[in-house]
Every structure is written in C-alpha cells, then in structure tokens.
C-alpha cells in the first residue's frame, strides 16, 4: 500500500538579477524590506526578501563570473542553471522555484528513480546576518529537478539546516502589507503535459485542471500554469510566440489592504494595472516576474 503524500511547503523563488544594488531600489521602491547583501562560496549572491509564512524571495546576481564558471565546469547544478537561464533569457527574470525538504539526499534519490534529476546534490554553508547584526553559520543541501522540455525553468527541495526563522521579525515587516506568497504562476501552451513534473516537484498527486490550465497546491500556496487563454485572462497577458516549455511568469503575494498598497505604489510613481481583483505591478529592472497582490479575505 503506497503511504499517502504531503504536499510541500514553498520555500523561495529565485529571480536572477543584473546587480543587486539595482535589485534593492526596486524592491524598496515596491514597499518591500530587503535583507543585508550575503554571498554563496561559487561566485553568486543575493539581498533576500523574507515573509512571515515562511517563504522568501531570492534575487541573485553574479558576484565574481570566475568563481561561477568554475563551480559550473566542477558540476555545480544552482550556477549552471543560472548561467544558462542568463544567456537565453538576460539578467532580469524568475528562473526556479523551491520547495522545502525534510531531506534533500531522499528528495535527490526521488527525482533519480523518477527520470526527472536536474544533477547532483549540492550542499553549502554560509554566514547570515540577522537585523541586530549577530551571524549564524547556516548550511543547505539541495536536491535539483529539471525536464529537458524546459529549459528556462527548475526546480528543487532545499533542506535548511541552522537556519534562523526570519519569520515576525524585521526582516518580515514590509511597508507593502505583504504577508506571504500565495500562488507561483507559469506558463505553458498544453500545460497537463508538465503535470507529471509539477506533481512530483510539489510531492502533490491531486491536480485541479481548467480550461485555462492547472493548479497543484502546495502547503500554504499553489503552483498554477496557464495557457495562452489563461494569461490573458488571469494575467492580461498575450504571447503569440507559441514557443513550448515552462516558463515562469507571476508572483502572487497576499496583502493585508488593496488599498493601501495602491496609495503606496502611486507615492512611489509605481506603474500599476488591475485584473479582477489582484493588482499587478509588470516586470523592471531588479524585477524579473510580474508581481501580483490580492487581498486577504
């Protein structure tokens, strides 16, 4: 008898940037608290924007190509994908998303067994500095799932280990009234043919298929891919390329208050657009998704 599955929680979102510098204004801009700078031992690193669920986004930028091209030479999957999204798709996009593991070396097996290993593991330590300036060694194994068919997006289980929670902290609090991530948006022409790797991504085997696309939840969010009609119905979004593949698209945030984060964005000559009920910020440099917020109900 197969044990029944848990869906997993989302961790973060990984969103090549051109400089991070660039990165924060963007966010600040957007009303968000972005964390001090922290640099990876292959070469990348980031300025993260933490959320009281538990999730977090992570722009990333090249910090010294070198030390990246070698890890990647050495086998390193995180900035061999990262190299390879940059060269097809620039500096400014959204290229993973990752959900959270209890234990990455089962996760990694997983995805062997099941034809969908995006290489070998990686594990790494690094130093994190927290809002009263004290640091924390915090170390990471990471189990990467790709498709071939998608060559612009992966995934993978990360298993956090010494990790401080950033959670209720100051690093949570954000002008915006964001509180967490709800949805991750992709996009795919017939998107029940990345079904099989949504599901096992998200250790999630119910699927609630629509004439737009589908959805697989998460623990406290949803990973939904659309098709054409679907983007321009949910996103109001046209793509005549017709090109196939997953591709990332959205982030949908929950806010505490549409209309305060409306006032916000206009003070900050942010360009904003609605549909339906969630208003949408498009992509700008530092800002590689489009960005969607809905009120909590």
Same mark, same amino acid.
């Given at each position: =008898?197969?044990?029944?599955?848990?869906?997993?929680?989302?961790?973060?979102?990984?969103?090549?940037?051109?400089?991070?510098?660039?990165?924060?204004t963007?966010?600040?801009?957007?009303g968000?608290?972005?964390?001090?700078?922290?640099?990876?031992?292959?070469?990348?690193?980031?300025?993260?924007?933490?959320? *009281?669920?538990?999730?977090?986004?992570?722009?990333?930028?090249?910090?010294?190509?070198e030390?990246?091209?070698?890890?990647?030479?050495?086998?390193?999957?995180?900035?061999?994908?990262?190299?390879?999204?940059?060269?097809?798709?620039?500096?400014?996009g959204?290229?993973?998303? +990752?959900?959270?593991?209890?234990?990455?070396?089962?996760?990694?097996?997983?995805?062997?067994?099941?034809?969908?290993?995006?290489?070998?593991?990686?594990?790494?330590?690094?130093?994190?500095? =927290?809002?009263d300036?004290?640091?924390?060694?915090?170390?990471?194994?990471?189990?990467?799932?790709?498709?071939?068919?998608?060559?612009?997006?992966?995934?993978?289980?990360?298993?956090?280990?010494?990790?401080?929670?950033?959670?209720?902290?100051?690093?949570?609090?954000?002008?915006?009234?964001?509180?967490?991530?709800?949805?991750?948006?992709?996009?795919?022409?017939?998107?029940? *043919?990345?079904?099989?790797?949504?599901?096992?991504?998200? *250790?999630?085997?119910?699927?609630?298929?629509?004439?737009?696309?589908?959805?697989?939840?998460?623990?406290?969010?949803?990973?939904?891919?659309?098709?054409?009609?679907?983007?321009?119905?949910?996103?109001?979004?046209?793509?005549?390329?017709?090109?196939r593949?997953?591709?990332?698209?959205?982030? +949908?945030y929950?806010?505490?208050?549409?209309?305060?984060?409306?006032?916000?964005?206009?003070e900050?000559?942010?360009?904003?657009?609605?549909?339906?009920?969630?208003?949408?910020?498009?992509?700008?440099?530092?800002?590689?998704?489009?960005?969607?917020?809905?009120? +909590?109900?």
């Amino acid at each position: =008898m197969t044990s029944p599955r848990t869906a997993r929680p989302l961790d973060h979102l990984v969103l090549p940037v051109e400089d991070l510098e660039s990165t924060r204004t963007r966010h600040t801009a957007l009303g968000f608290t972005v964390a001090a700078e922290a640099h990876h031992p292959f070469g990348t690193e980031n300025a993260c924007v933490f959320f *009281d669920d538990g999730t977090y986004l992570e722009p990333l930028a090249i910090a010294s190509r070198e030390d990246c091209e070698e890890a990647a030479r050495q086998g390193n999957v995180f900035v061999a994908r990262d190299q390879a999204y940059r060269f097809r798709n620039g500096d400014n996009g959204f290229s993973a998303f +990752v959900v959270g593991s209890s234990d990455a070396d089962a996760d990694h097996a997983r995805f062997v067994e099941l034809g969908m290993s995006g290489g070998d593991m990686l594990g790494f330590s690094r130093l994190m500095r =927290m809002p009263d300036g004290t640091e924390h060694e915090a170390s990471f194994k990471l189990a990467f799932a790709a498709d071939l068919r998608a060559p612009d997006m992966f995934g993978f289980a990360v298993e956090r280990i010494n990790v401080p929670t950033a959670g209720h902290s100051a690093l949570s609090t954000h002008a915006n009234g964001v509180i967490g991530i709800s949805e991750v948006v992709l996009s795919e022409p017939n998107p029940t *043919d990345f079904q099989y790797f949504i599901q096992e991504l998200c *250790d999630n085997r119910e699927v609630d298929a629509n004439s737009f696309g589908m959805t697989i939840e998460l623990q406290q969010a949803s990973v939904t891919v659309l098709n054409n009609a679907g983007l321009e119905a949910y996103l109001g979004l046209t793509d005549p390329s017709r090109a196939r593949g997953l591709r990332t698209r959205a982030v +949908v945030y929950r806010v505490t208050s549409l209309v305060t984060i409306t006032e916000f964005l206009h003070e900050n000559d942010v360009t904003v657009r609605q549909v339906g009920a969630r208003l949408m910020v498009d992509p700008a440099p530092g800002q590689g998704a489009i960005y969607c917020f809905e009120e +909590v109900r």
